[in-house]
């Protein structure tokens, strides 16, 4: 509706001069999505540290490492149209789930290796399930070989 002159005097003033491009735009949306997924992939070194470094309560690790993985898993819904980021993060959530579950054996069942068979078998149906769902192959084989070592450890134990 506007003619083209003021068009391109508001386009330069609201990029501040430099030209606005439908490719440039996808590069800053672009980058703000690496961006985004590179600190959420930060999140599972910062879970280690949660747990193994600091003298947090059993609850509080608990809240902090759930949060994480649910951060995770959203954004990876977010990027599910991205085919590199949303596996990441899938994995990565994966990672601090069991690392929370590993952790909940040791605090909640004082160790107990029946809970801690249960537990990995819960964390090796999840994945086949998101190995499944989300036509990830190597999360159904990471669950399918998950089994395989459980088994074998519960028949030598």
């Known amino acids: 509706m506007l003619p083209p002159h003021y068009c391109d005097y508001l386009l330069a003033l609201y990029t501040q001069g430099t030209e606005y491009t439908e490719a440039g735009r996808r590069a800053r949306v672009r980058s703000i999505h690496l961006t985004t997924a590179l600190l959420a992939l930060l999140l599972l070194p910062v879970a280690v540290c949660i747990l193994y470094f600091t003298e947090l309560s059993f609850l509080l690790q608990t809240v902090i490492l759930t949060s994480f993985v649910g951060i995770m898993l959203l954004l990876a819904i977010y990027f599910s149209r991205q085919k590199v980021l949303a596996p990441i993060l899938f994995l990565g959530a994966a990672l601090i789930l069991l690392l929370l ?42 669950g399918g070989l998950g089994f395989l070592v459980l088994f074998f450890f519960w028949l030598k134990g």
């Not at 590993?102 to 819960?122: D, I, K, P």
């Not at 964390?123 to 159904?140: A, D, E, P, R, V």
């Open 101 to 142: 579950s590993l952790e909940l054996n040791v605090q909640a069942f004082r160790n107990n290796s029946y809970t801690l068979y249960g537990l990995l078998a819960v964390n090796c149906l999840l994945w086949i399930f998101t190995g499944i769902k989300l036509k990830l192959f190597y999360f159904s084989i990471s």
